[in-house]
């Protein structure tokens, strides 16, 4: 019976590892498309947000029409939202930011905001995860902290807000039944919150967008974010909110390192100790109790 069991939860483990990887890679190469296409001007934030959200809604809305039989399109007017905004402020932070530090100060905003949530909802907080968060915050001020090596605040602030409204977006997107139809319906329903960028554009010298910088927001739309995001609602579906939040504590060191090789950017001193201390301390406080 043991053997047996053992089985059946390898079997279990395996059908979402993979899924999962490629999910966690996407959420990295999101990071690095977006640096790539901001750091020479190939385009501005504004049109990278727009084709990144009309290219994932579209290449989303085509696989439903795929479908046998046809699924209706899910999700929600606050998940566009807060998917709109999460889009926008990861752009606009990413002019100044690195590939590594941008991924961290996003997903420490990530975790914060839903151990706030949870706090709010009255869930148990043991001392060691109430722990755990402190020595991750400790970590996020130690990349903020002044310095020659310190990103820019207003773009680390912006980046933070980013997080905040990913957070939230998973939140509401927690026990999706239908993890492609949802994913297409927030970013079919993201698309007229972009009437927004219409001042910012018209305000600036308009846009500018050149064939990289197409090529990378395509990229980052269909790939990372339309694929990404769809396959990852399927597999928070078959494993736990720890286990969830554990994996996706892999995501800022991929970006880091994606951003040495592909864009040569330095991995600092102060980016790795911050990545040790923000990553031990979220694992602290999400490792299961022995």
Same mark, same amino acid.
């Not at 939040?245 to 996706?248: G, I, K, N, P």
């Not at 892999?250 to 880091?256: C, F, G, K, L, M």
């Given at each position: 019976m043991s053997t047996g069991t053992t089985t059946l939860t390898n079997?279990?483990?395996?059908?979402?590892?993979?899924?999962?990887?490629?999910?966690?890679? &996407?959420? &990295?190469?999101?990071?690095?498309?977006?640096?790539? &296409?901001?750091k020479d001007g190939a385009i501005d934030p504004a049109s990278f947000t727009l084709v990144?959200?009309?290219?994932?809604?579209?290449?989303?809305?085509?696989?439903?029409?795929?479908?046998?039989?046809?699924?209706? +399109?899910g999700g929600s007017w606050r998940g566009g939202l807060?998917?709109?905004?999460?889009?926008?402020?990861f752009s606009a932070a990413y002019l100044q930011l690195g590939a590594g530090a941008g991924a961290l100060l996003l997903f420490g905003a990530v975790q914060i905001t839903m151990f706030g949530f949870a706090w709010y909802k009255s869930e148990h907080i043991t001392v060691r995860m109430l722990l755990g968060m402190l020595i991750a915050f400790a970590g996020?001020?130690?990349?903020?902290l002044p310095g020659a090596e310190a990103p820019p605040l207003p773009s680390a602030l912006l980046m933070a807000l980013s997080g905040v409204a990913w957070?939230?977006?998973?939140?509401?997107?927690?026990?999706?039944?239908?993890?492609?139809?949802?994913? &297409?319906?927030?970013? +079919?329903?993201?698309?007229p919150w972009l009437v927004l960028l219409t001042p910012m554009l018209l305000l600036s010298a308009g846009p500018h967008l050149t064939t990289p910088g197409w090529l990378y927001a395509l990229g980052s739309g269909v790939l990372a974010s339309g694929?990404?995001?769809?396959?990852?609602?399927? @597999? @928070?579906?078959q494993v736990t909110a720890q286990q969830a939040?554990? +994996?996706?504590l892999?995501?800022?060191?991929?970006?880091?390192l994606g951003g040495v090789v592909l864009i040569g950017e330095p991995l600092s001193v102060r980016l790795l100790v911050a990545c040790v201390v923000v990553l031990g301390g979220i694992a602290l406080a999400l490792a299961p109790r022995r």
């Open positions: 079997r279990k483990a395996r059908s979402w590892l993979w899924p999962a990887l490629f999910s966690l890679v &996407a959420f &990295a190469a999101n990071s690095v498309f977006c640096r790539l &296409a901001l990144r959200l009309a290219s994932g809604a579209l290449f989303l809305l085509l696989l439903l029409r795929l479908r046998r039989p046809v699924l209706a +399109m807060a998917l709109f905004l999460y889009a926008f402020l996020l001020l130690v990349l903020l957070g939230v977006y998973t939140l509401l997107g927690k026990g999706s039944p239908r993890p492609l139809a949802d994913t &297409a319906g927030n970013f +079919m329903r993201s698309l694929a990404g995001y769809a396959v990852w609602y399927g @597999v @928070v579906r939040a554990t +994996m996706q892999s995501v800022p060191v991929i970006a880091a």
